[in-house]
């Protein structure tokens, strides 16, 4: 499995607890493609080279330059952030990978990636592109392959046109009207190309806006939540103190540590001091799922796996 992630700014903490979750969980290697600001390389590698080596042997990783293409890189530099539209940009840099998870830095794993009934790998063969888009773009099953061979319906040309050309175009046409940056174009293309994207259960990708004014996510409230998406800064204030709960547990655990008793235990103990507020009050779907995770990190522990 490849996974991708950007991180610019204050995000290298964030980014890393990211990764933890992920490698964590898997139970198949992971590719991890870091797409990082240059001051930011060392202390990656720094950090993910001080995890025990028997971690390692779960993933490898690559640290990359933030980077557009060059005839067109000074336009997007201009007009966005460094970081904002570089996910846009990924069929066309990772040009040997065929598919690849894209996920924002403040995202946990609270499960393995592997899930065999959402089927990534079959799901991929079918269609050029899986996100979570509309509201919300953190999380992207992408077959890069689809993606960089297909011609897209637009509303600028009566023909199809591929990755590489609609990007520029759409943003010359939309500039003015977005304010979400490249969120609003991936909305925008695929508002032209349906049939390529499929919204996954909201608890692929489970967000302070379904809990904050009372539970709206009923896949979570029956399974648990797979995944975490803290936006809005969650994991780093005191709006959403459930969110910074699962946060910190998994920042502060210690690779080989029991995961139950260092990780769980504490976790459901500070969950319980949330409860007056509405996220907090839901606080067992935090756990529902990652309790059995990591149930099962412990398990193949015992067993040397």
Request: with cysteine; hydrophobic share 40%; proline share 4%.
């Given at each position: 499995?490849?996974?991708?992630?950007?991180?610019?700014?204050?995000?290298?903490?964030?980014?890393?607890?990211?990764?933890?979750?992920?490698?964590?969980?898997?139970?198949?290697?992971?590719?991890?493609?870091?797409?990082?600001?240059?001051?930011?390389?060392?202390?990656?590698?720094?950090?993910?080279?001080?995890?025990?080596?028997?971690?390692?042997?779960?993933?490898?990783?690559?640290?990359?330059?933030?980077?557009?293409?060059?005839?067109?890189?000074?336009?997007?530099?201009?007009?966005?952030?460094?970081?904002?539209?570089?996910?846009?940009?990924?069929?066309?840099?990772?040009?040997?990978?065929?598919?690849?998870?894209?996920?924002?830095?403040?995202i946990l794993f609270l499960q393995p990636h592997e899930?065999?009934?959402?089927?990534?790998?079959?799901?991929?063969?079918?269609?050029?592109?899986?996100?979570?888009?509309?509201?919300?773009?953190g999380v992207m099953l992408m077959n890069m392959t689809?993606?960089?061979?297909?011609?897209?319906?637009?509303?600028?040309?009566?023909?199809?046109?591929?990755?590489?050309?609609?990007?520029?175009?759409?943003?010359?046409?939309?500039?003015?009207?977005?304010?979400?940056?490249?969120?609003?174009?991936?909305?925008?293309?695929?508002?032209?190309?349906?049939?390529?994207?499929?919204?996954?259960?909201?608890?692929?990708?489970?967000?302070?806006?379904?809990?904050?004014?009372?539970?709206?996510?009923?896949?979570?409230?029956?399974?648990?939540?797979?995944?975490?998406?803290?936006?809005?800064?969650?994991?780093?204030?005191?709006?959403?103190?459930?969110?910074?709960?699962?946060?910190?547990?998994?920042?502060?655990?210690?690779?080989?540590?029991?995961?139950?008793?260092?990780?769980?235990?504490?976790?459901?103990?500070?969950?319980?001091?949330?409860?007056?507020?509405?996220?907090?009050?839901?606080?067992?779907?935090?756990?529902?799922?990652?309790?059995?995770?990591?149930?099962?990190?412990?398990?193949?522990?015992?067993?040397?796996?």
């Open positions: 499995m490849h996974l991708a992630v950007v991180a610019c700014g204050e995000r290298l903490e964030e980014t890393v607890t990211m990764i933890k979750s992920a490698v964590l969980f898997s139970v198949k290697r992971l590719y991890l493609h870091i797409f990082a600001e240059d001051q930011l390389h060392a202390s990656f590698m720094e950090a993910l080279e001080s995890w025990p080596g028997f971690i390692h042997s779960k993933f490898k990783y690559t640290v990359y330059t933030i980077s557009f293409p060059s005839e067109n890189a000074a336009e997007w530099k201009k007009l966005f952030k460094p970081c904002a539209s570089q996910r846009l940009f990924l069929p066309l840099i990772l040009k040997d990978v065929d598919s690849i998870v894209y996920v924002d830095s403040d899930e065999p009934r959402i089927a990534w790998y079959s799901r991929f063969a079918r269609h050029p592109f899986y996100g979570k888009t509309g509201i919300n773009s689809r993606m960089r061979h297909m011609f897209f319906k637009n509303d600028m040309t009566s023909v199809g046109l591929r990755w590489e050309e609609l990007l520029m175009p759409l943003l010359q046409k939309y500039k003015l009207n977005i304010t979400w940056g490249d969120q609003d174009l991936l909305n925008i293309i695929f508002h032209h190309n349906p049939e390529c994207l499929l919204e996954f259960p909201c608890q692929w990708n489970y967000r302070p806006d379904h809990c904050i004014y009372g539970s709206n996510c009923m896949s979570a409230e029956e399974e648990g939540i797979y995944i975490l998406h803290g936006n809005r800064g969650v994991y780093h204030d005191h709006k959403q103190p459930a969110f910074k709960a699962v946060y910190e547990a998994i920042r502060k655990y210690s690779f080989g540590a029991d995961p139950v008793t260092t990780l769980l235990d504490p976790l459901e103990e500070e969950l319980l001091t949330t409860t007056h507020t509405y996220c907090g009050k839901t606080h067992s779907l935090f756990t529902k799922r990652l309790a059995r995770s990591l149930a099962d990190v412990s398990r193949m522990a015992a067993h040397g796996r």
